[in-house]
């Protein structure tokens, strides 16, 4: 099966991630990667950071002639704030010395890992915790997870997102946009992200990112930030993928893990979600038909998966961001030293990252559906997972 492991922290040299498990023969280039890398910087509200990251990947190993090989993908990112940002930060985040002269940071953000983390690990610094928990890391996250996303690309499988809420602006519910997604979804998943770029918010609604811009602009005025909801819509799977036999193999759950394993992500739903709690059953389920050999629905409200198992239509899930807590105007803290109460310290941040979160959020996707696909289809090379899926299909 597959597996990614990312290393790094937002200041140091560089993020590292290595992808384990990939079939040999896959499409894989640099460019690709980074096409995907660039998406992740999308969004108006973003902060400092965006004007000069350019994030680039370097392939190590995995790959011969733009290719896979089996073995393990070895991918790295520099960071841009180690390298040309500010030349302190090769001090503040050395590899080898003892750290003398170097000031330490003792007051948390309220919202972070700052104090669980020199709580649970015993520092008495919080940069190490601000630098691993950062979101930077959803970069080698996207590039580790790109590779899956290219591989379910050979079997017509596409994944795309589109923001639905930023803050207090937003469709009033899902039958606003559900045909405008379902017109795009004639071409694949892909298709919402081409008109969803275009917008600066990734909002399909022109009148809509207008208005998200000015919200946006008005909150970074008063100092604070915003939080939203995205939509990420995954086509061409096949049904069978997941099961309901032990809960731990189940495609829903693994799905709603790879949305809160991500940073600020804290809730999830899958198909009507939370909208179906509140509504009867003769409005919720999915009614069965029968065309040439296959079973659709005539509606889609369970999102794609019945019982764990995805069904053959299109998965649909919804993930919700808290406000970043990195605010201008500062919250209460206390310092971890002295106790002594003070103001927060101001980290460089975005006033709002959900259009990023929802790039980041298609890439966890694709990853765990790469990885439900192969344990249904699985083989050493991709001629011979084709194969199995042409003949099981």
């Known amino acids: 099966m597959l597996r990614y492991l990312t290393a790094g922290e937002s200041h140091g040299e560089a993020l590292i991630g290595i992808v384990e498990g990939m079939p040999a023969g896959v499409p894989l280039t640099a460019a690709e990667i980074n096409h995907h890398l660039a998406r992740r910087w999308l969004g108006f509200g973003r902060g400092g950071r965006a004007k000069f990251e350019r994030d ?35 001090d503040v985040m050395a590899v080898e010395g003892t750290g003398e002269g170097v000031e330490r940071v003792t007051l948390p953000r309220p919202g ?18 601000i630098d691993r928990s950062s979101a930077r890391e959803t970069a080698m996250r996207v590039a580790c997870c ?47 992200n081409r008109a969803a770029d275009e917008s600066e918010v ?71 979600g939370v909208a179906a709690a509140s509504m009867p059953g003769s409005l919720v389920h999915d009614p069965i038909l029968h065309d040439d050999g296959a079973f659709p629905r005539r509606t889609n409200h369970a999102g794609g998966i019945e019982g764990g ?4 239509m299109p998965i649909i899930v919804r993930g919700f961001m808290k406000p970043i ?18 103001p927060t310290r101001y980290e460089r941040s975005d006033v709002t990252s959900v259009p990023a979160a929802s790039t980041v959020a298609e890439a966890t996707v694709a990853f765990t559906i790469a990885n439900a696909f192969l344990e249904k289809y ?16």
């Open 309 to 312: 198992t995805s069904n053959g």
């Open 202 to 272: 990734r909002m399909l609604d022109a009148d809509l990112t207008a208005r998200c811009i000015d919200h946006i602009i008005e909150t970074k005025k008063a100092g604070d930030s915003l939080g939203g909801i995205y939509e990420v819509v995954v086509t061409g799977v096949p049904p069978g993928l997941g099961s309901y036999v032990h809960w731990d193999r189940r495609l829903d759950g693994q799905l709603a893990q790879a949305i809160l394993s991500i940073q600020a992500q804290k809730a999830v739903e899958i198909g009507d």
């Open 56 to 90: 680039k990947v370097h392939i190590y190993s995995g790959v011969r002639f733009s290719k896979t090989i089996a073995g393990p993908i070895a991918l790295r990112l520099d960071n841009a704030a180690y390298t040309r940002d500010r030349s302190g930060w090769p």
């Open 112 to 129: 972070h890992a700052d104090l669980v983390g020199v709580q649970k690990y015993g520092f008495d610094d919080i940069r190490p915790v």
């Open 146 to 192: 790109t590779v899956a996303r290219l591989f379910l690309k050979q079997f017509g499988i596409e994944v795309g997102s589109h923001v639905v809420r930023l803050g207090e602006v937003g469709y009033d519910d899902a039958g606003q946009w559900r045909d405008r997604v379902d017109a795009l979804l004639a071409d694949g998943a892909e298709a919402i």
């Open 378 to 393: 699985g083989g050493d090379s991709l001629d011979e997972i084709r194969g199995r899926f042409e003949r099981e299909t």
């Open 325 to 342: 807590p990195t605010l201008i105007k500062p919250l209460d803290t206390a310092d971890i030293t002295t106790g002594q109460a003070q």
